[in-house]
């Protein structure tokens, strides 16, 4: 069955910079793409990137602003988050997300049937 495990949450100071792992297994991602999304305290879930697990095509959430960088590793298996000027706002626990391409747009959460357990980043001010 398909597994995607988090890791890399913690605490961080306000500037830093943080990269979030999501180990995916149990089958093949071609025609996937990967994704991460957070929700902060209170707030609902929200977009922050995807990635096409093939092609390697990338998109961002409207308030990312060249902050934050996906990739993936076809080799090990992972999707990764590189977080950088980390502002308190980013506070949220970051869920990994995986689902086949359709025509669902790639911020929809209804377009991933997989997720991960999360793991909780805290920016402190």
């Known amino acids: 069955q398909v597994r995607l495990v988090e890791s890399g949450g913690g605490i961080v100071a306000t500037g830093d910079s943080l990269t979030l792992s999501c180990a995916a297994s149990g089958r093949t991602f071609s025609g996937y793409r990967m994704a991460w999304f957070r929700q902060p305290p209170g707030k609902e879930r929200e977009f922050v990137a995807a990635i096409k697990w093939i092609e390697g095509t990338t998109y961002y959430g409207d308030f990312v602003k060249d902050r934050f960088t996906v990739s993936r590793n076809k080799d090990n298996m992972n999707v990764y988050l590189q977080m950088n000027s980390l502002k308190p706002e980013d506070t949220a626990v970051y869920y990994c997300?995986?689902?086949?391409?359709?025509?669902?747009?790639?911020?929809?959460?209804?377009?991933?049937?997989?997720w991960g357990q999360g793991t909780q980043v805290t920016v402190s001010s």
């Open positions: 997300a995986a689902g086949p391409i359709s025509t669902r747009y790639f911020d929809d959460t209804e377009m991933y049937g997989y």
